[in-house]
C-alpha cells in the first residue's frame, strides 16, 4: 500500500447493518464478506462483538474464513469490548480492533456523563489494552466534527501515542461541510504530534446528503482510508456509498491522482446482493448502481450517444459490472455447467447446498427458459438461509381473483412442523395472502414495505418480491422469487415473520448482554 492509495474499510456488516431493519444473518454476512473479500476490499468491519451472540458468531466466521481482508471488530473503550472483539477476531489473518469513544462536549457530558481528561485516559488505557490483544488497532473519535479542535487533536495524539495505527474521524451525524472537513482533516494531520505515521480515515453520515463529498474532501485533506457501505447503508441517513467514492476516484483520477484496490466490475452484484439480503431497494436514480444510471431518455442524448458514447457518458457501464445478463443455463444444463457457472459468480456451495441449489434450478428452468446470472443469484439468494429458524415454511398455495370473483387465497402452511389449512379473502390477491398468512401463524406485524421487480427482462421473467415487516419494535425483511409473483409474495412474507421469530427468540435469550446500541 502506498501513498497513493486509499484503503476501503467497509463497514456494511456493521454500521450498515444499523440501519432500521437490515439486519442479517450470519450466513447472510457471509456471503457480503466473501463478496467484499472479492472486490479488493482492503478492511471489511465485521461487526460488533459485545452487542450479541449472533454479532460475535458472524464475526468469528468471517474472521476464519476471509483471508484477502483484513477483519475488522468494533469496541467501545471498555474492557469487556475489547476482549469480545479480540476473541471474535482470534482466527483472523489479519485482524484489527476499532475502538472509538466520543470526543465532543455534548457527547462526553451527556451521554458518556464524562469528564474531558477522564475521556483522555480512557482513550490511552483502551488503545494499550487493544494493541496487547490484536496490534493492529483503530481509534474513532466519536462526533468528531462537533468536536472542540484543541481537544480533539489532544485525543488523537493521546490515541496515537498508545499504539492506534489507523485513526478515524467520523462525521457522526452528518454536520460537516466539505470545505470543513478537509480543513479538519488537514489541521490535525499537520499539527498531532505522530500524525505522519499513522493513516487518517474518514467516516461520513449522509443526514445532509454530502457524505460522499466529504470524504472526497477528507481525501483532499490528506485522509487515506475511507469508511463506507454498498449502497450507501447505514444508521439513518446512511454513510457514503462505497461506489460513489470510489466511482469518483476512479473517473477523476487526473485530479486526485490516487487509486484504490477495488474491482469496481464488482458494484452491481455487491449493490444487488446487500439490496437482496437488506431488502433496502435503491432508488432508480441511485448513482452508480440505480437502475437509471446509465439509462438515456431523452433522443438528443441517444443520437449524441450513437455518435460518441463520451457525450454523456463520463463512465462505461462495464466498468461497474453492469453487462447485458449472459445467457448461461436453460433446461438441458446438467450439474457441472451449473456447478462451474456458480463458481464463476463467486459462490462455493457445499455438496449439499449445491444439490438443493440444483433442484431449485430445475424447477426455474422448467418455467423459465433461459436463466441469467442474475436469475441464478436470486436463486441463491433466495428462502431462510439460516438453518432451523424455519417456523413457518409454505406448502401450496392457490389464489384466485380477477374481475367476477372476490380476491381468495387458500394456504397450506407448516407452523413448527405442523401442516394447517386455511382460506381467506382481501382486497387484492396479495392482500388475501398476506391476511391469512397472518391468521395462520398468529403474527400481528405491520408490512413496511412490499416492492416487486423482475429481475431479467421478459415476462416469464422471475419476479423477486421484498417486503418488510414491523412488530413490537423489531424490524425484518424477507424476499421471495418465483415466476410467479403470487407465489414470491408469500415466500417473502413468511421469510420475514420467520425473521422476526428469529429475533424475539435472541431478545428472550440471557446471559448475553442484549442488543447493545451505538
Ligand atoms: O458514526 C460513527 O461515529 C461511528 C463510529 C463507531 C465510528 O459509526
Ligand atoms: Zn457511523
Redesign the pocket.
Known sequence: MTHDTIRIFDTTLR?GEQSPGASMQKGEKLQIARQLEKMGVDIIEAGFPVASPDDFSAVAAIASEIRGASVCA?SRCRPEDLEAAARALSGAASPRIHT?IATSALHMEKKLGLAPEAVLETIDRSVRHAVDLVGEVEF?A??ATRSERPFLARAVGVAIAAGARTI?I?D?VGYALPSEFKELIAFLVSTVPGASGVVFSA?C?NDLGLAVANSLAAIEGGARQIECTINGIG?RAGNAAMEEVVMALKVRRAFFGLETRIRTEEFIRASRLVQTITGMLVQPNKAIVGANAFAHESGIHQDGLLKDKRTYEIMLPEQVGLAEGALVLGKHSGRHAFRTRLETLGYRLSEEDLAQAFLKFKKLADQKKEIYDEDLETLLSEGPSEQGWERFRLERLVVSGGTLVPPTATVVLTVDGEERQMAGLGSGPVDAIYRTLSKMTGATARLLSYTVKGITGGSDALGEVTVRLEEEGRVAAGHGADTDILVASAHAYLEALNRLERKKERDRKAGFPQQVT?
Open positions: 454500521d468494533l472509538f474513532s466519536e462526533d478515524n467520523p457522526t467516516h453520515h444508521e451505538l
